[in-house]
């Protein structure tokens, strides 16, 4: 016979008595061979359909005198939310880690861990992996009562509680006797069991106050308990570094935990952009595999003996693999981060945010201040002087407001604009000039959530990508001159540009490049660009990109009103949908094909074809393109 049991907050119950009428209403339920191991049962569950409230138990044996009971839920005990600060001095003032040296971190965490557990009693919830393919873990009651080191030694607590009721126990128990009832700590979660039932009427006063008091410490007790395990979980999961084992140095392990829980935080803040951190995601992937196969490896080869010279020389290959991923992601922990991951020219600076007292700071940037310079200020208003823009833009926090006065100066500084602040020239624009350094990746770089750079000119000399780069947030860029000397602007995935009354010159490929799903409003503005290749050929014709160019795969959003666009060799607009793409033209009503990908428009000032507005996101008024033959 099986016994039924109700699924109660999901996590649940084995152990049920039946009397004779639930025996014999027991009995359509279908007999089935139990499963042998933890895997098999929680497959059997996922094809066994059928209601929740309704859940075979699997208990080999139930007698028919035997009385009904009820087992209290257990609840996870629920630790609250740190701060980065409030982790990083518990690490130094409880576990004591941010003074040891990288290699001694793991026996110190140890250490904290059998200091505060060892001999302890407490209930905890199993969520182990069983290495099968569901995701999802059965999640299982146990008793620990010793921890050493990071594994902790439990026993199934009586009745069973699982959150998968057909599981039998003797299954369960040849699990963990496969494991030797030892677990890892970073499986276990605390609960505590919540008595729902009353206190009897002859229960005294002074047996009711000794209860309250005792449930109470019990409390207290797997409180702590859950802040300690909840602190060990952390660390593993988020701070420790397989590498930080072989690091023999002699410096203290605080610059790498400052750097972790900096790097933890910035991601869940979202102030790291969501392609580094699935690139980050991915690498870290990657070097846990590689690792495992260069372990796996070594431990084979040395099962067999002497290894081979072949067999060493493969070795020593995955060895120096697994010390690339790692040294690639000890990059990425830096503050200095690449937005597209190492080795490609993305800087990240974390953003500082307001000042702690809400004020907000004018930084005046010149040679000399005169009193000329500060006659239209408000008599209240915090001002700085600077010498140059780079520290100014050290200096600056969110709402801040740096004036440019005319001058020639260094565009040191500029590729990682991360506040939110507004860069204003004051005077004539072509009189304010930021040069950029030359052949660095990178000359502006914004990615915050709103940057205004207004009436300055930007000289671009020799940058691999481009004069502006929007990598996210929100760029407004009014009156500003780009004298460029490669690539143009470029807008990346959900960044936006609003762009008015401003010039780009002698753009080498696309003068304004959009990635797929950004936005773009460009207004009144000058677009002047040189095509960046041009081939052709009886069968197909290459064009390349135009004064604005749209990846129309997840199309961008582009609003243009009152442009001029002049294309030397080349085309106004152009739009693709692969990153080597072949583009064709539009003549007014004349369209051409080739190779499937998305065509080109050649004057926004025509009506666009039928064929293309599935493709495109665009509205365009009272532009003027100009195409020059090369």
Known sequence: MKARVKLRHGCFIISKKMSDQDMASSESVPEVDPPQSLEDGVKAIRITEGPLDEIPCTSEKITQNSSYHVIPTPNLVRVPKLSCQERYDIYCKELKIAECRPAQVLSQVHCYLEENLMNKKWLALWKGPYNGHFRTTVDILVEVDDVCADQAHVSLFEPLVCSEPSLPKNVIEAQLDELDFTLDIVELYPVTVIDDSDSSDDDDDDDGVSKLENKIQEEVHQRFIAQVVDNA???????????????????????????????????????????????????????????????????RIQSEGEPTNTEAVECWRKYYEVLMLSGLLQIWETLQLRADGPCFPRVLRRTKGPREDQTTVTHIVAEKLTPSMLKDFPDDAVMQQHHSPHTALRQCCEGDLIIIYPGLYSGEGFHELTETVTIRGEGDRDEIIIEAIPYDDLFVNIASADVTLQNITFV???????????????????????????????????????????????????????????????????IYNISDEIEHSEATELVGKGGVHMHVVDPPKLHLSGNFIRSEGGFGITVGRKKTSRFTAIDGSDMKSDGGDAPTMRSLNEKVDESLKGLLNVEIENNTIEEVNA
């Not at 392990?253 to 790097?263: G, N, Q, S, T």
């Not at 699935?278 to 372990?295: G, P």
Request: charged residues 25%; aromatic residues 10%; contains cysteine.
């Open 233 to 299: 979980r952390f660390f593993f999961e988020h701070i420790r570094r397989d590498w930080d084992d072989e690091d023999d140095g002699d410096h203290a392990f605080d610059a790498y935990l400052r750097a972790r829980l900096r790097l933890y935080y910035d991601v869940i803040s979202g102030l790291v952009p969501a392609p580094l951190v699935a690139r980050y995601n991915r690498t870290m992937a990657k070097y846990f595999v590689r690792r495992k196969e260069l372990l796996d490896y070594q431990s």
């Open 460 to 526: 671009q000399a020799d940058n691999t990508e481009g004069i502006l780069r929007v990598e996210s947030g929100h760029a407004n860029v009014i009156n500003c001159s780009f004298k460029c000397d490669g690539n143009g602007i470029s807008v990346c995935e959900g960044a936006t540009l609003v762009m008015t009354d401003s010039t780009i010159a002698n753009a080498k490929g696309a003068g304004v490049e959009l990635m797929p799903g950004c936005v773009a409003d460009l207004k009144n503005n000058s």
